[in-house]
Every structure is written in C-alpha cells, then in structure tokens.
T-cell receptor
Framework: GQSLEQPSEVTAVEGAIVQINCTYQ??????LSWYQQHDGGAPTFLSY????GLEETGRFSSFLSRSDSYGYLLLQELQMKDSASYFC??????????????FGSGTQLTVLP | NAGVTQTPKFQVLKTGQSMTLQCAQD?????MSWYRQDPGMGLRLIHY???????DQGEVPNGYNVSRSTTEDFPLRLLSAAPSQTSVYFC?????????????FGEGSWLTVV
C-alpha cells in the first residue's frame, strides 16, 4: 500500500522560515506535489518535484530525495496569510493513463504575529 | 473563467436517501476525479475518469457511482446515504500531457448525513 507521513502541526512566527517534511512509501513513484488549503477552501497547487533537488517558486521551495523517499516544503518570510494546511501528495501510478494522487494527512501551519 | 464548479455547496441528507453532486469544468480537461476529505485527514480518491465514457474506481468507491457522458461533467451519485459518508467532497480536473500537470480543485461540497 501507499503511505505518506508529515507532521500534524507546525507553528512559526511572521518573517521566519519553516520546513514541512514528508516521507513516503509507495508502490510506484512519479513525483511529489505540495498543495495548500485554507480553512473551508479548495486545495491549491504549490509545487511539484519529479527529480531530486530543490525547486524554487518565490517564497516557497520544495525539495525531493528519491533515494530517501523524502521531501520537504520550505516557506520563507512567513506571512499571516500562510496559515493553512499543507499536503504532500505522491503520484504513484500511471496505470490506464490515470493521474492518481495519494495525499498525506496534512500539516496545519499556524503563523503567529 | 469558472474553472471547476461544484454544486450544491452544502447538503443535509437523511440516511437512505440518494443524491447527486454535480461537477463541471470549462477547461477542456480530460482527467476528472472525486475526492473526499474527512476532518484532519488528507483527500482520498473515490472515482476518476480519464475521458468521456471512461471511469474507474479509486481508493474508497463503495457507496458511490459516477458517469462521464461529456468532457465537461462528472457527477457523483450517492446511492443510499449513510452517516459514514458525512464529509467534504472535492471534484478535481487536470489536463492531459506531462506527469506534473497541476490538479485543479472545486470549492467543495459539504455533505451531512443524519
């Protein structure tokens, strides 16, 4: 089966840097994605890593190590609006041309003033 | 640009009732899917479709049916609602092409079964 582990909660102050880790065990692997979800809202795409290394998009960066089955999301210069849940998701199958994602349980990030 | 539109936003059902959650996308995406999200948990895949006329089961399909008669629409039917189906339901779509395609989610449908 597939499983993803990420911390349930992280707290940081405005302006700080926070790292949200994700470890995964899947039968196949075709990339690690990160999604942000504000309370009551829809998940929105943040980043995607198919290969090892760091991908940077503005204040957000995402890292992947396939040999360690591990990735992280790095948020810099935290703002109050970054308070949300963050989900890692693994694309573990290409069967039948399906684009299936398996999601972690999410990390609730609270940014304090 | 509407993106992915779900209706209704909120619904209360009695145990045993049936209903359909509607989902429509205007981005001409081939791939559509339904997820459910329970409190404090990630999203779990219910059913998905890789194109009109083609559907398949996800991780938690029991108690749900889907159909895909057009590219735009992907309704989710609850056959006989149960309290265990109380959840938030998200419809999603993504285009064809590279593996890293973004998945676009609707705003969610809050369903309570009493």
């Amino acid at each position: 089966g597939q499983s993803l582990e990420q911390p349930s909660e992280v707290t940081a102050v405005e302006g700080a840097i926070v790292q949200i880790n994700c470890t995964y065990q899947t039968s196949g692997f075709y990339g690690l994605s990160w999604y942000q979800q504000h309370d009551g809202g829809a998940p929105t795409f943040l980043s995607y890593n198919a290969l090892d290394g760091l991908e940077e998009t503005g204040r957000f960066s995402s890292f992947l190590s396939r040999s360690d089955s591990y990735g992280y999301l790095l948020l810099q210069e935290l703002q109050m609006k970054d308070s949300a849940s963050y989900f890692c998701a693994v694309r573990d199958s290409l069967s039948g041309s399906a684009r299936q994602l398996t999601f972690g349980s999410g990390t609730q990030l609270t940014v304090l003033p | 640009n509407a993106g992915v539109t779900q209706t209704p936003k909120f619904q209360v059902l009695k145990t045993g009732q049936s209903m359909t959650l509607q989902c429509a996308q205007d981005m001409n995406h081939e791939y559509m899917s339904w997820y459910r999200q329970d409190p404090g948990m990630g999203l779990r895949l219910i059913h998905y479709s890789v194109g009109a006329g083609i559907t398949d089961q996800g991780e938690v399909p029991n108690g749900y049916n889907v159909s895909r008669s057009t590219t735009e629409d992907f309704p989710l039917r609850l056959l006989s609602a149960a309290p265990s189906q109380t959840s938030v339901y998200f419809c999603a779509s993504s285009p064809t092409g590279a593996i890293g395609n973004t998945i676009y989610f609707g705003e969610g449908s809050w369903l309570t079964v009493v």
